[in-house]
């Protein structure tokens, strides 16, 4: 690496973590109180799986538009855009609940997560200038630099943030959205102003995208038919479909069992914690063990924290807490892991597009499992919801191994002489 690249590699690392600390918490901020706000609106269970659903919905929206958007601008504007409609679906969610209104409130989650989908691709971005040898690390960090502000975004957003929204006459639930406009807004101000230069400028893809993307039926092409991407795609999509599964109807399991709303936010901070705290060490373990066996343990300890969860009831909260941190902590090895393989898999010039492609597929199974959560608790309840899950997860063991003995097979080939 040049002295130049060096430069920029740490300050865009510096200005990216300094930007996802208050994002991360409004988002968070905003998934704690979403199922919870339009089942008070609705009562009713499927609508408020919905309405937890949308910020899922909202990532899937966002993620190949920003991809785009940054291929062409840059990483720098890419992210402001998608942040700026976080704060708008922030504060279209605190006037749903100032109005009680739920398709507004619908709307407000969709915006939200288009703020998530930025928050996700950040994780590229600190990658972008990143060593090869250090990648899965950047990435690890930055991720890892989410804790503070997810994992303290539900606590305060149901605790003070709600009780200062009450003290002033509004509904406890506008609270956590009021919060998140303000965290929105510190985030994209951070990354306008500090995040120069832009580190696809520094790459020297800046401008240089195609006039007319690539269509997504030949991304997706491009990704199937490479071994690496195609297992990353499996790890980053069976994750996030098992993690939101579970986590999106946790609110709603604990709230059936009358716990108070600050020991709801206590079990989704500590799984946020299980998210993003450990991210540097397992960057590190990817970059020094490899993916493939950081992916098989991801789906290993997935599976045993949604069973942990499925035989918690609804009146006790300690299994809440260990299943949670294991979900969580099972998702971030598949994140990490699978960000890096994604990352080496394809040239510079075409990353930025394949990282949104694959994005879209992660982002897009976990708007299919929040979505059908809902229904499936309604009608068969947290504990089927949560072992099914558990299940699923066991397919990245399965992928991981396979992917495995294939590469193996690719370096035993003799090389043809002439």
């Known amino acids: 690496m040049t002295v130049e690249r060096t ?11 300094a930007s996802v600390i208050p994002t ?11 199922a919870v706000l339009a089942k008070e609106i609705t009562d009713s269970e499927t609508l408020a799986g919905v309405a937890a659903a949308m910020m899922q919905v909202g990532s899937v929206v966002m993620t190949v538009p920003l991809a785009r958007r940054m291929a062409r601008l840059g990483r720098r504007r890419g992210l402001v855009a998608g942040w700026s409609i ?11 609940a100032v109005a009680d209104f739920y398709p507004l409130l619908v709307v407000g989650i969709v915006g939200i997560g288009a703020g ?5 691709a950040a994780r590229f971005a600190s990658a972008d200038l990143a060593p090869d040898d250090r990648r899965a690390r950047a990435i690890g960090m930055l991720v890892w630099s989410t804790t503070f502000g997810a994992a303290l975004g539900p606590t305060i957003a149901l605790g003070p943030a709600s009780a200062v929204a009450g003290f002033f006459g509004l509904p406890e639930l506008s609270g956590p959205y009021l919060l998140g406009v303000v965290l929105f807004v510190i985030g994209l101000t951070v ?20 006039a007319r993307p690539a269509p997504l039926r030949v991304v997706g092409r491009r990704i199937a038919t490479v071994p690496a991407a195609r297992l990353a795609v499996i790890a980053m999509l069976t994750g996030q479909a098992v993690m939101v599964g579970v986590m999106t109807m946790t609110p709603l399991h604990m709230d059936n069992g009358d716990h108070h709303l600050r020991v709801i936010g206590w079990v989704i901070s500590v799984h946020v914690i299980g998210m993003f705290a450990f991210s540097p060490i397992v960057g590190w373990l990817v970059d020094r063990i490899g993916p493939y066996l950081m992916v098989a343990l991801g789906g290993v300890i997935l599976c045993i924290g949604a069973e942990t969860a499925a035989h918690n009831s609804a009146e006790d909260s300690a299994g809440m807490f260990a299943g949670l941190l294991l979900v969580g902590l099972g998702w971030s090895f598949g994140l990490i892991a699978g960000s890096a393989l994604l990352t080496s ?3 510079v010039a075409q990353r930025v597009e394949m990282q949104g492609g694959a994005d879209l597929l992660m982002t897009g199974g976990g ?8 229904v499936a608790m309604e ?24 992917a495995w003995y294939a590469a193996r097979q690719e370096r035993a080939e003799p090389v043809p002489t002439a």
Request: glycine share 10%; aromatic share 8%; net charge positive.
């Open 7 to 17: 430069v920029a590699y740490q300050r865009a690392s510096r200005t990216l973590m």
């Open 191 to 210: 990354t306008h102003t500090w995040l120069r230069p832009d580190p696809l400028e520094v790459l020297g893809t800046l401008g240089k995208a195609a």
């Open 379 to 402: 009608h068969f309840g947290f504990h089927s919801l949560s072992h099914w899950a558990g299940l699923a997860a066991l397919l990245l063991v399965a992928a991981a191994a396979a």
């Open 86 to 96: 976080g704060t708008v679906g922030a504060t279209l969610a605190f006037l749903a």
């Open 24 to 34: 991360s918490a409004a988002m968070a901020s905003g998934f704690a109180a979403a």
């Open 367 to 374: 708007a299919i499992a929040g979505l059908s959560s809902g």
């Open 345 to 347: 898999a394809f040239p």
């Open 116 to 120: 998530n989908a930025t928050n996700l």
